[in-house]
Each structure stands twice: as C-alpha cells, then as structure tokens.
C-alpha cells in the first residue's frame, strides 16, 4: 500500500505517520513528500531519505494540481494524504482521485470549516463560539472545502482558560494519533478486513 503526503507547513502530522511506518504499526510505504512551497515538513521528509518535491506555487509555470498528478500517477500511489496542505486541490484532480485523498482538519467538522478557516483561525473560533468541546477530522476530499465524508474523530475538551494557541496545542497531540489511525482503517478496509 503507497502513500504520498502533500505538506505546506510544519510537518508534524507527518513526522507521526514516518514514525508509524519505522515502528511497524502502519502498513505502507512513504513513496512521496509534496510542499508547495518550501517548508519545514519537505526538510523532514529529505531527513527521513524519503522521495521529496517542492512544487512552491507562487514560481511554477504549470498548474500545481497537474505536477502532483504526474508524481502520484507514476508511483501509482493508492493513498493521498493532506496534512497541514494549504492550497486548494482542484475539482479535475478531486474526481480523478475520489476515494484516494483524505485531509486532516483540527475541528469537529461540519464544525469550524469551511474557505478560511485554517491554522490558528480554527482555534480562534470555537473559543469565540463558547464550545466546551473541539477536536479533529480525519475526513475523505471532495470537491467542496472540509465537506467529504467524515472518516475518524477525536474529540478534545476546552478548557476555561484555554487560548487558541494551548487549545491548538491540545488538538495536535490528538491529531497525530488519529491520522495514522485513519490511514490505518483505509488500508484495513483496502485489504477487506472487517474491523
Ligand atoms: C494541523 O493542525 C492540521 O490539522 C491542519 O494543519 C496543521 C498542520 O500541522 N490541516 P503540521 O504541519 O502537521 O504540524
């Protein structure tokens, strides 16, 4: 089972699947790490020996969605995974991948997501909401923002003097528990193994 992880910040999210993979406890192989810009999660992925791309958007010629298309059509890649992804993956690359692409969302969606609600925002948000619960969305891409179907969840309680960046903080260590889990439930599912 290949995978590809597509970065754009810090690359937490995928250091915990590298880290999944070297303990045995993920299946798969890490064929390929994506950034579309130059970032600390590509720095990790070139660290850990693992095939790396910077297509940084902002000085690409082409169309971003299309270069990632060559690189995951020739790995033949079974699993596209978001993590911490910032530019939006285009509707022709969504149909041609349905089923193929997950993202990682630190909100209980429907909650909290949607055009602009990213990063720090999110957290920023539910504080102002007065929501005594948060959390994080493991979730299938489809051609809307934060709307496919809903794979996991963790929820993670908020906490009275909670700011958005300890409530971030919070939600991460969470997140890194419940991607792998999810790419876990994929793979299980890939084989037909009943769970
Ligand atoms: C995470 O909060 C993730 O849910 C969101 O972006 C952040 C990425 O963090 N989509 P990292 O780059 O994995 O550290």
């Avoid at 149909?95 to 602009?116: D, E, Q, R």
Wanted: with cysteine; glycine share 8%; proline share 2%.
């Amino acid at each position: 089972f290949k995978i590809a992880v597509l970065v754009s910040g810090s690359g937490t999210n995928l250091q915990s699947i590298i880290d999944n993979i070297n303990n045995k406890k993920l299946d798969c192989t890490l064929e390929a790490v994506i950034g579309d810009r130059d970032c600390f999660g590509v720095s990790r992925a070139i660290e850990a020996g693992i095939d790396s791309y910077t297509l940084n958007r902002k000085v690409l010629k082409t169309n971003l969605c299309r270069e990632i298309d060559k690189i995951v059509s020739n790995k033949k890649i079974d699993l596209i995974i978001l993590a911490g992804f910032l530019s939006i993956i285009d509707e022709e690359f969504v149909k041609k991948w349905k089923g193929k692409i997950i993202n990682i969302h630190p909100s209980l969606l429907p909650k909290y997501g949607g055009t602009g609600m990213y990063g720090i925002k999110v957290h920023e948000a539910v504080l102002k909401g007065n929501e005594s619960e948060s959390g994080c969305t493991v979730h299938f891409v489809d051609t809307g923002v934060d709307s496919g179907e809903i794979i996991e969840q963790i929820k993670v309680p908020v906490l009275e003097n909670d700011t958005a960046e300890i409530l971030q903080k919070r939600v991460l260590v969470q997140e890194h528990i419940l991607l792998p889990k999810a790419i876990e439930k994929i793979i299980k599912e890939s084989k037909g193994v009943c769970q």
